[in-house]
């Protein structure tokens, strides 16, 4: 769970408009830190199933996130993914 001052920053980092909390973009960036705490959390406790299991949907959320931005707007995805710093 991230703190909320966190995700704000996130939020208005990647808002396409003054009070847009739900764009792809932004659901994205959010799910990637909220990734990249959990992957954190699970390198020490590599034991912890229910997490890994949260961690997968996660991950699943996010690609299906950026498929929707690929076949909707290729430009708005190539920017995404160059400021996620994710692969194709």
């Known amino acids: 769970m991230l703190k909320k001052n966190k995700k704000t920053k996130i ?7 003054d009070k ?13 830190e909220q990734i990249k705490k959990l992957t954190l959390h699970l390198k ?22 950026l498929d929707y931005l690929r076949k909707e707007d290729e430009k708005r995805h190539e920017t995404l993914l160059k400021k996620l710093d994710l692969k194709k």
Not at 11 to 17: G, L, Q, R, V
Not at 20 to 32: H, I, K, M, R, W
């Open 20 to 32: 847009d909390t739900g764009s792809p973009e932004v659901q994205a960036g959010v799910l990637t």
């Open 44 to 65: 020490k406790h590599a034991k912890d199933n229910h997490s890994r299991y949260g961690l997968l949907k996660m991950v699943a959320k996010r690609k299906k996130l």
């Open 11 to 17: 939020i208005d980092e990647f808002k396409t408009h």
